[in-house]
């Protein structure tokens, strides 16, 4: 191998490796979103299945799935305000 064969060599696995490390990273941040969404989900469904009187517009929120639909939209909402906090 040449010098330029051992530089091209030497550029592509550095390259590679930040690209690696990169894709840990962004895997990283996706795993912990989605921890923080489920722990969300989790303290908002107590609440939302609890509750009694709650409305959804003029729609009663009575049963299971309207319940866990709502702890989800609770879920999300907290994962868009920790965005604009963070």
């Known amino acids: 191998m040449n010098d330029d064969e051992k530089r091209g060599y030497?550029?592509?696995y550095?390259?590679?490796t930040r690209k690696r490390a990169a894709d840990r990273t962004?895997?990283?941040l996706r795993r912990e979103r989605q921890a923080f969404w489920d722990r969300a989900?989790?303290?908002s469904l107590g609440v939302c299945v609890g509750v009694?009187?709650?409305k959804c517009g003029d729609k009663p929120i009575t049963t299971l799935p309207d319940?866990?639909?709502l702890a989800s939209d609770?879920?999300?909402?907290a994962v868009k305000i920790r965005r604009r906090v963070s």
Do not use: Q
């Open 67 to 69: 319940r866990v639909a």
């Open 52 to 54: 009694d009187g709650w």
């Open 10 to 12: 030497a550029r592509g």
């Open 14 to 16: 550095a390259a590679g």
């Open 74 to 77: 609770v879920a999300d909402e």
């Open 26 to 28: 962004r895997e990283h």
């Open 41 to 43: 989900f989790l303290a």
